[in-house]
């Protein structure tokens, strides 16, 4: 399976990053989809908790409200503390779902929203992310 990619898929740590920066872009666009009233005008200093995402993930997360923010730092902690990450890929393709019933709800509506929209705003990106996805559900 690991024919001639010289990224390891596998990596726990690639995969946890992948995760991340991917759902903080989902976020993100949802933020400026649903024109969120505090989203400021020009983008704030990044977030401690975004610091080490590329540099179009950072852009993304400066530019959310502060609700947006939250619930991105919420994810990012969840997905950091997940005891699963080497099992699976995705929170939802997780069988054990961590978030608060409240969060997963807001995460939920936004990747209904902005799901379909990342094939234009990231195509690598949602290309690997569905890539992962279908590997998960196979895996189960
Ligand atoms: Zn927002």
Do not use: W
Request: hydrophobic share 35%; charged share 25%; net charge positive.
């Amino acid at each position: 399976m690991t024919t001639g990619n010289p990224k390891s898929y596998d990596s726990v740590e690639d995969r946890v990053y992948r995760e991340k920066a991917t759902l903080a872009q989902m976020v993100g666009i949802y933020c400026a989809g649903n024109r969120h009233d505090a989203r400021p005008a020009e983008a704030g200093p990044v977030p401690a908790f975004a610091a080490d995402m590329p540099e179009k993930v950072q852009a993304s997360v400066a530019r959310m409200c502060p609700d947006c923010r939250e619930l991105t730092e919420y994810c990012f902690t969840r997905i950091d503390h997940c005891p699963h990450m080497a099992v699976k890929t995705f929170c939802s393709s997780c069988p054990t779902h961590c978030y608060s019933p409240a969060m997963r709800e807001r995460v939920r509506e936004t990747m209904r929203y902005a799901g379909p929209r990342m094939i234009f705003h990231d195509p690598l990106g949602a290309l690997t992310h569905m890539r992962d996805t279908l590997r998960a559900k196979k895996a189960q």
